[in-house]
Structures are given as structure tokens and as C-alpha cells.
């Protein structure tokens, strides 16, 4: 079956400890991209990667840092540098990144520091 | 303001009933999607709209691109549909695929 998987679907840490969030697809996807969703406001993009070897930062890219060295890959990390990680996790990718392309999504990753 | 502004926040019916989401916004946009979003947090896409209406089975999907406003319609509505709506626009001109997303519509439909 082709599509997104997200690891751990809930994620506990410590205050001050970095964590990274695991994002894999099958669908050949050029493009993936992060969002954070918190209650009651619309999904924010951290990061985003157009093809291997590239990322860019989204609009809240403070304190988050990603990689993107396989096609099938874009695993984010959480540093000890945000200051607000508890939220809710979205990867998601799409054939290309332009006009036109639908955005496949993830399960999500919730992550609670505690 | 948000770019991205969805009406009502909260919508609660009964099933068989005609459901309306809206969602305005400020930008030029090249497309508008709308999202489901079930309870345990993954998202569907629904619809991609650059213009006219689209149909799915029961939703319905128009958007007016002069007044910036898109509907969602669900008919004879059911309990699972009972999700979060999320409308989301991609702007003129973006490079990427970037999206901004409204803060989503919860709908809850009772038996």
C-alpha cells in the first residue's frame, strides 16, 4: 500500500531534550513537507523540502532542524531550543512542489514534553 | 486577521440534514483545497477548487473566486461525517506548494 507514515503516533520527553520525529513514503513524492497543528489555529509550515538534498525553512522554523537525504525521507527534529513543542505533528509530501498538487498527509505524531 | 477565515467554528446537526462550511480569504490564490480531518488526526484531502464547483457523493465543493469564498456542502449528512473541515488556499504565484490553512470548522452529527 502506497502512502505517509508517521512515528511514534504519541511521543513523551523531557524539557530540554531533543527528539526527532520520524516521516516515510512509498509514493515517490518529490516534495514533503512539515506542519504543526495547536487547538484552535490553522496547521503552520516548519519545513518543507522540494527534492533530496534541499529544504527550506516554512514559517516557524525556530528551534526545529530536518533532513532530507533519501526521497523517502524527511525526519524533523525537535530541539531543546523550541520553546513550545507540545502540538501535534503533520508530514505530508506531493509529486512536485507547485500549482496543482495535492498534499498527501500523515497520521500525525503527538508529542507531549513534559 | 487571518488570511484564511472559516464560518461556523463549531456546527452541530442532525443526521440527514444540509450542511454549510465557509471559508473567505484575503490573498490572490491560485487553488483552494478543503481538508478532513478525522479524530485521530490524519487529514484527508477532499477537494482542489481554482474555479466552478466540484462533487464528491454527498459533498459539494464551489468556490467564488471574485468575492474570495468557497462552500463546503455535505448532504443528507451522517454521523461520520463528523470530522474537522479545514479549508486551505495555495497563493498566486508561490514557488512551492506552500498552503495556509483556515483553523478548521468541527462538525459533529448526531443519530
Known amino acids: 500500500d502506497g502512502g505517509i507514515t508517521q512515528s511514534p503516533k504519541y511521543l513523551f520527553r523531557k524539557e530540554g531534550q531533543n527528539v526527532t520525529l520520524s516521516c516515510e513514503q512509498n509514493l515517490n513524492h518529490d516534495a514533503m513537507y512539515w506542519y504543526r497543528q495547536d487547538p484552535g489555529q490553522g496547521l503552520r509550515l516548519i519545513y518543507y523540502?522540494?527534492?533530496?538534498?534541499?529544504?527550506q525553512k516554512g514559517d516557524i522554523a525556530e528551534g526545529y532542524s530536518v533532513s532530507r537525504e533519501k526521497k523517502e525521507s524527511f525526519p524533523l527534529t525537535v530541539t531543546s531550543a523550541q520553546k513550545n513543542p507540545t502540538a501535534f505533528y503533520l508530514c505530508?509530501?506531493?509529486?512536485?512542489?507547485?500549482?496543482?498538487?495535492?498534499?498527501?498527509f500523515g497520521p500525525g505524531t503527538r508529542l507531549t514534553v513534559l | 486577521k487571518n488570511e484564511v477565515e472559516q464560518s461556523p467554528q463549531n456546527l452541530t446537526a442532525q443526521e440527514g440534514e444540509f450542511i454549510t462550511i465557509n471559508c473567505s480569504y484575503s490573498v490572490g490564490i491560485s487553488a483552494l483545497h478543503w481538508l478532513q480531518q478525522h479524530p485521530g488526526g490524519g487529514i484527508v484531502s477532499l477537494f482542489m477548487?481554482?474555479?466552478g464547483k466540484k462533487k464528491h457523493g454527498r459533498l459539494i465543493a464551489t468556490i467564488n473566486i471574485q468575492e474570495k469564498h468557497s462552500s463546503l456542502h455535505i448532504t443528507a449528512s451522517h454521523p461520520r461525517d463528523s470530522a474537522v473541515y479545514i479549508c486551505?488556499?495555495?497563493?498566486?504565484?508561490?514557488?512551492?506548494?506552500?498552503?495556509?490553512f483556515g483553523q478548521g470548522t468541527i462538525l459533529t452529527v448526531h443519530p
Open positions: 523540502s522540494q527534492i533530496v538534498n534541499d529544504f
Open positions: 477548487l481554482s474555479s
Open positions: 505530508a509530501s506531493s509529486m512536485a512542489a507547485g500549482v496543482g498538487d495535492t498534499q498527501y
Open positions: 486551505a488556499v495555495r497563493g498566486r504565484g508561490t514557488s512551492y506548494g506552500k498552503l495556509t
